[in-house]
């Protein structure tokens, strides 16, 4: 079945501190890959999306994320972590089917400290 | 900015209960989608819905479960006969294009099944 992994439930990263989350899929096709952000209470925003062509996307609020089809991985990275990126962060793949049916990863939660 | 807006944003109910879930899409959008979220777990999809009719959904979405958009502007869920482990956060979202457009995502709703 397809599925989507972030091996790390937590992450502390100190401000201005480089960031890498991981994500990893299991498909047999390549899919539509996306970042989300969830903060507390509120709902989930896009990072950045990965359809086709270039591999390393550049996202919202100084994100990016790489593409390795050999890796099938789509790890999303930060070069200087701000306070402000503590949240949740949530890798998801649509499996192409037409309709954008997303699968989520299990999320990873980003703790920054001073 | 357009945005997602969902109502209400907690309900808490009795297990057996009928409740609604209102949210309304961004008013140009087509596609629209409800998934959930249990407490400490990951998003999961339940349904899509384009041109007033259901065109995928999930196991988790059985005949407990029904969409529907009664007018021009809302698009609700509602479940039929609630049980404990239903209790979850609700998200409503909603896309432009098929496949490749950006699902933005409302603030959800918190369902508390008591």
């Known amino acids: 079945a397809q599925s989507v992994t972030q091996p790390d439930i937590h992450i502390t990263v100190s401000e201005g501190a480089s960031l890498e989350l991981r994500c990893n899929y299991s498909?047999?096709?390549?899919?539509?890959l996306f970042w989300y952000v969830q903060s507390p209470g509120q709902g989930l925003q896009l990072l950045l999306k990965?359809?086709?062509?270039?591999?390393l996307v550049q996202g919202i609020k100084g994100f990016e994320a790489e593409f390795k089809r050999s890796q099938s991985s789509f790890n999303l990275r930060k070069p200087s972590v701000h306070w402000s990126d503590a949240a949740e962060y949530f890798c998801a793949v649509d499996m192409n089917t037409g309709f954008q049916k997303l699968v989520f990863g299990t999320g990873t939660r980003l703790l920054v400290s001073p | 900015e357009p945005e997602v807006t969902q109502t209400p944003s907690h309900q808490v109910t009795q297990m057996g209960q009928e409740v609604i879930l209102r949210c309304v899409p961004i008013?140009?959008?087509?596609?629209f989608y409800w998934y959930r979220q249990i407490l400490g777990q990951k998003v999961e999809f339940l349904v899509s819905f384009y041109n007033n009719e259901i065109s995928e959904k999930s196991e988790i979405f059985d005949d407990q479960f029904s969409v529907e958009r009664p007018d021009g502007s809302n698009f609700t869920l509602k479940i039929r006969s609630t049980k404990l482990e239903d209790s979850a956060m609700y998200f409503c979202?909603?896309?432009?294009?098929?496949?490749?457009?950006?699902?933005?995502f409302g603030p959800g709703t918190r369902l508390t099944v008591t």
């Open positions: 008013s140009n959008h087509l596609y």
């Open positions: 498909y047999g096709a390549t899919p539509y």
């Open positions: 979202a909603s896309s432009d294009l098929r496949g490749s457009g950006e699902q933005y």
């Open positions: 990965y359809f086709s062509g270039d591999t």
